[in-house]
């Protein structure tokens, strides 16, 4: 190239650059990766390190307005210094002790609990106060108040799943406070489970691929032992399978719990793996029995209860069970479906360990 041309585009450049344009010609590799390429990366929060700081947290930090709840998040250290689990999901330990309430708000993300240990806590939605106990599955839909409030000296941990990030991303957070502390509960407790708590599809197998819907399950409170009565039948019914997966559904559409959120739990025999797998968008797991190891993208990530870790969209997992382990997930596969991009993949030979996830 002549000196004239390399000062002319030299210039062209600065002149472009001046006035708020951007060639996509130098960058069109970074946009358009031939896969998923996402900064967050696979990483795991362990009981055994959240557990004596949730303590901490209950002695020194109070529960009000304004700071709103008591949240540890699980900060994923490919985002930047961001609070969020991956790219598209926010994951946290939530902790309130004995006899606290968390203030009533409301807000346009949605969110999931699910309930690691303790005990006397119930969150109230939309006036429907449920009760909390481990393993359960509590919803707290976009744009519902909700509140906690404890009924015992015991505190309780739990584990929270928001879309936050994906609302963010479409910069359509809304926030308000409920006027009062604690919103008014409305008759008995747990009314959705008394409505909806038997019906038919409130379980499917593995996963949602058909049914979408905008609307929240109308089901706000998913029991652990029904989950695992789900899951104890589909082994039964295939004994010789390593692993089986149940997706909580919408009994009313058959769709996920929530338009962005999917929950599930997967159970993995003692002894077993599942087969290695990718899938576009993120998950977070929380490990709620059982021991074993997962292998993310070459790295082996060893696991006990209330464990928690993040599979970034399109990284290779696959889980192996020491003692039959019982693990939840929270994706963002509903919105993935929606828009038609969602793809999914079995690897054809496990995958070759090259590091050990060492918790911090
Ligand atoms: C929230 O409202 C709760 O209601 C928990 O318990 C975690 C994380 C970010 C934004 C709002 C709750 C949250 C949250």
Redesign the pocket.
């Known amino acids: 190239m002549t000196v004239e041309t390399d000062q002319a585009l030299d210039a062209f450049y600065r002149d472009v650059d001046a006035v708020g344009l951007a060639p996509l010609w130098t960058v069109t590799d970074q946009l358009l990766t031939p896969v998923p390429r996402p900064k967050s990366v696979p990483w795991l929060w362990s009981a055994e390190t959240y557990r004596p700081l949730a303590a901490r947290a209950i002695q020194l930090i109070p529960v009000e307005r304004g700071g ?2 008591r ?1 540890l ?1 699980l900060r994923n250290p490919g985002l930047g210094g961001r609070p969020y689990a991956a790219g598209t999901l ?1 994951g ?1 330990v ?1 902790c309130l002790g004995g006899r606290e309430t ?1 203030p009533a ?1 409301r ?1 346009t ?1 949605g ?1 999931i ?1 699910f309930v690691l240990e303790g005990e006397g806590v119930f ?1 109230t939605v939309n006036g429907d106060a449920c009760d909390m106990r481990p393993g359960d599955l509590v919803l ?1 839909p976009g744009w519902a108040w ?3 409030s404890s009924t015992s000296d015991a505190s309780m941990l739990w584990f ?1 799943g ?1 879309d ?1 990030p994906m609302i963010e991303a479409l910069d359509g957070v809304f ?1 308000q406070p409920h006027p009062e502390n604690s919103q008014p509960v409305d008759g008995a407790h747990n009314r959705s489970e008394a409505a909806y708590g038997t019906a038919e599809g409130r379980f499917t197998d593995d996963q949602v691929t058909g049914a979408l819907d905008p609307a929240p399950s109308p089901l706000l409170i998913y029991r652990w032992a029904d989950t695992a009565a789900e899951l104890d039948r589909r082994v039964a019914a295939d004994p010789d399978a390593p692993t089986v997966a149940v997706e909580y559904t919408n009994p009313r559409s058959g769709a996920s719990v929530l338009p962005t959120l999917a929950c599930g739990m997967r159970r993995v025999i003692g002894g077993r793996s599942t087969a290695p797998r990718r899938r576009s968008g993120n998950q977070i797991f929380v490990v709620h029995r059982g021991t074993g190891h997962s292998v993310i993208d070459g790295q082996r990530f060893a696991w006990a209860p209330g464990d928690m870790f993040v599979v970034p969209s399109w990284s290779a997992v696959e889980h192996h069970a020491e003692q039959a382990a019982d693990v939840f997930v929270l994706s963002d596969t509903p919105v993935l479906r929606a828009l038609g991009i969602y793809r999914e993949q079995t690897l054809t030979a496990p995958q070759e360990v090259t590091s050990t996830f060492v918790p911090q």
């Open positions: 709103e709840r949240v998040s926010w946290a939530q968390a708000h807000h993300p969110a609990r969150t707290t909700h509140d906690h929270d928001l936050l926030f």
